[in-house]
Structures are given as structure tokens and as C-alpha cells.
């Protein structure tokens, strides 16, 4: 198993603005990429959230999906981050696992923000994604869903061990909420002795809502690796060690206790 090199990227996102929007992570990964296994960008990173998905989301291979790959080719590396997208005239809020041979994986969000709207055109995922890399398992998921310990339920077993090793939570998250995401983000790590990457945007929405970032990156033990400086742009870097995952497992295991 190898350690795992992660560039998360917390930012401002310009509102219903593909183009520049892409264009600003183009700089940020030029300025800040060395040789990092996996870039993690935030929720819906190509408008911001919520934005109408009738004329923003987009096919399978559209713009964002080719500037994810085109990204991945260049950099030789996995990119992850979530757009909408439009299949057969259904939409879903879907993080897109890139990587650098142009295959990728697609987790939708399985909790749609009701309280905000977002389920009214906006379908739920209903499937788990556990992804492999540099021998890490990794499960994705988005914003809302950092809020249902049941969906992140890491599971045991004495002859394949841990179903996942890392959780990644990619998220739109207002700052009037940042408790919540933070205190969450820790817990998660600890109930699932899994190493978790929460990487949240900053900057207003078009209302004005104000999002704080407030990026992690935490071990399995629920200790804080490295946050972002509040409610500014940042690139995180961090180098996840698989043998203190492992050791520390080795050392506190409550998974054949586990429900």
C-alpha cells in the first residue's frame, strides 16, 4: 500500500459561471500541483449551488466532464468534483471520479437538500460508490450527506477488514452551519477509524449566503491533519500515511463490535 498525496482545493466560485470557474481551478492546480495523487474540488464546482439544472446541467462528455479529463491526462493524476448532469432529461447532482487513462466513476448525491429546494429538480442517487487507489478504498460523497451517519457507515469483516479506508465529502456549506460541518467531518472520521477529507467552498451565492470553507483533512483517530484558513481561498496539501492508518487499526479496532 502506498501513502496517498491529496490537493484539496477550497474556493470561490463564480455563480452560474462555468467557464471562469474552470478556468480559476486551471490556475490554482497549475500553481499548486506536485505530483498529488487525487484533486478534490467542491460541490457543484463549475456554477456554484443551487442553480437551475434545466441550463446548467450537462450530458455525460459535456464541457466540465472533458476539462475533468483533459485535467487527469495533463497532470497524470485522479480529479474528483461534482456537476449536474442530465441523463435522458433526469437530473442528479454527481461527483465524477476522473482518471488519468480518461475511465471515471460517478457517485450522485443520495440526500438532496429538501430544505433548500434542491430535490424539486434534482433525483437522489440510491447507490454507494467505493473507489480503489494507490491500494486506499475510498468512498465519495456530497455535502447533505455528511448530515446521515447510516450512509457513511464504514463495515467490518475478519476476512476483508475495513470496506473503506477514506471518506471524501465535497460540499457547498453555508458558514451559518460550519459547527455542524466541522464537528461532523470529526466525528465521521472516528465512528468509521477511517481517514476523511471534507473540502467546502467560500465566497456568497447569488441570495448572499456566505460560506466559510472550513476544509479538513483528518485521520482515523478524528485528529485534525490540517484545516483551511476560514472563509478564504486555500490550497490544502496533505500526505495520508496508510501505515498509521493501518498501525492504529492494528492498535483500536471496534469494528467486530460494530452493529
Known sequence: MQDLKVLGLQSDLAWESPEANKLAFER???????????????ETFTTGFPVDPDKFSEEINGSAFEWMKNIAT????????????????????????MRPDGSFERYDKRHV??????????????????IELNGWKIKPMICYDLRFPLWSKNKFSQVSGFEY????????????RSYPWRSLLVARAIENLACVIGINRVG???????????????????????GAARSEECAMTEIFSFDDLISFREKFNPGPDWD
Open 28 to 42: 490554482k492546480i497549475e500553481q499548486n500541483f506536485d505530483e498529488h495523487d487525487l484533486i478534490v474540488l467542491p
Open 74 to 97: 495533463v497532470y497524470k493524476t485522479t480529479i474528483c468534483g461534482s456537476i449536474l448532469l442530465n441523463s435522458n432529461g433526469n437530473h442528479t447532482n454527481s461527483l465524477i471520479w
Open 113 to 130: 437538500f429538501s430544505m433548500g429546494g434542491e430535490h424539486e429538480k434534482i433525483r437522489a442517487g440510491n447507490k454507494h460508490l467505493i
Open 165 to 176: 479506508d477514506m471518506a471524501i465529502y465535497i460540499a457547498n456549506w453555508p458558514a451559518v
Open 204 to 226: 456568497a451565492d447569488n441570495s448572499g449566503l456566505g460560506y466559510s470553507g472550513d476544509s479538513m483533512f483528518i485521520d482515523a483517530e478524528g485528529c485534525v491533519l490540517q
